[in-house]
């Protein structure tokens, strides 16, 4: 089981990307947790491509880009161009998944399903062996800084066992409301990999709020 940890940028300080990307390429992070929200989707606006592109330039770690956007299919080509290595997909946006995520592939990237907290993982069964990562949301997506859902453990246990049952080689990846009070435990029902965003930029030493997760 992997243990990745993977900063999300939405609560960087948009002031000063620069610092707050240098100190992710120096630390124990894994990849750079890039939240784009069109204002359709979800009831906030983050930032898009242009943001991105630059991010690319001093990033010296993947991007995990997480689509919170109505029709995401229009910008696959767009944002790998941009410079994303994962690419994720709300499957409440998605009317024909399996095409997108094959598009995705072709591109290039890997292939990420992402589910809000009200959707089942019965949802996946035809698509699991067709994805290289599953992003489970524990708040309602659209802001940072929420309170974790704690329905999330039992449908990480559901999603493990899914994986195995059909030898997927998806990832499971956990977002919204991760600190260390809930990390190890997620860890432990079967996450690969933790996003946290408020957890790490609020803390006094981010490398070191970083570090505890890495470790727990
Ligand atoms: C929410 C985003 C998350 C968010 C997580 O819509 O998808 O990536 O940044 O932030 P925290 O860790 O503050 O809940
Ligand atoms: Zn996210």
Redesign the pocket.
Known sequence: MAKLVAP?L??ANFLNLSHDIGMINRSEADWF?I?VMDGVF?PNISFGLPVIKHIKKEAQKPLDV?L?IVQPERYIDAFRNAGADWLSVHIEASTHLHRTLDAIRKSGMKAGVVLNPHTSITLLEDIICDTDLVLLMS?N??????AFIENTYSKIKLLKDLILKRNSNALIEI????DDTNAAKLYNAGADIL?????IFTAPKPEEAIKKLKRL
């Open positions: 999300s939405l609560s947790h939240d979800v997480h919170m708040v997506p659209g802001f940072g800084g929420q977002d919204g409301g991760v996003v946290a965003g408020n957890y």
